[in-house]
T-cell receptor, first 116, second 114 residues
């Protein structure tokens, strides 16, 4: 069974540009969540999608957005990139609710974004 | 608000020694608790989770954690460290009332001395 797949693995963008990251959850998983990991702020929750609907959102500016498709694949977009957006972006999937008692959350290997 | 505190950003132990990574949570209601491990350039892997079934939780790779409500702690232990255990470990919590997002601790980097 394939794990959570994130593309691209590495990318470099220039300040002011926008970026789209993609995540394919484990087959059958309907919940997809996104996290940002930086040395200074650690792991921070961005948002969670379930059945194409955003169910929860972290404390990030509106430049960070996401969506989920009918096949549960998800994308996140960051517009008007800033140097501080350089981070590892992790996608996670679970059968239903992320963090729920019966559900294990599986993480992808992440997308490394460098903003220059 | 839920929060997690990991004591010690870096822990170093000798191979074969006991591993103890500390985690305390703050919550008026016992939450769901997790330990994740992250190897270099990889994502997060679930080690174990507490969901109120049993206070002593056994995970993968010989790790276990004990939930102590009176101490609001969920420390991770392993009796004998192996070189392959060197990694970053994250304690995490999700509230039962809103189980759709995980709050992570700041992480503890575990080093193993030969």
């Amino acid at each position: 069974k394939a794990g959570v797949t994130q593309t691209p693995r590495y990318l470099i963008k220039t300040r002011g540009q926008q970026v789209t990251l993609s995540c394919s959850p484990i087959s059958g998983h309907r919940s997809v969540s996104w996290y940002q990991q930086t040395p200074g702020q650690g792991l921070q929750f961005l948002f969670e999608y379930f059945s194409e609907t955003q169910r929860n959102k972290g404390n990030f500016p509106g430049r960070f957005s996401g969506r989920q498709f009918s096949n549960s694949r998800s994308e996140m977009n960051v517009s008007t990139l800033e140097l501080g957006d350089s981070a590892l972006y992790l996608c996670a999937s679970s059968l239903e609710v992320a963090g729920g008692s019966g559900n294990t959350i599986y993480f992808g290997e992440g997308s490394w974004l460098t903003v220059v | 608000a839920q929060s997690v505190t990991q004591l010690g950003s870096h822990v170093s132990v000798s191979e074969g020694a006991l591993v103890l990574l500390r985690c305390n949570y703050s919550s008026s209601v016992p939450p769901y608790l997790f330990w994740y491990v992250q190897y270099p350039n990889q994502g997060l892997q679930l080690l174990l989770k507490y969901t109120s079934a049993a206070t002593l939780v056994k995970g993968i790779n010989g790790f276990e954690a004990e939930f102590k409500k009176s101490e609001t702690s969920f420390h991770l232990t392993k009796p004998s460290a192996h070189m392959s255990d060197a990694a970053e470990y994250f304690c995490a919590v999700t509230p039962r009332s809103s189980a759709s997002k995980i709050i992570f601790g700041s992480g503890t980097r575990l080093s193993i001395r030969p």
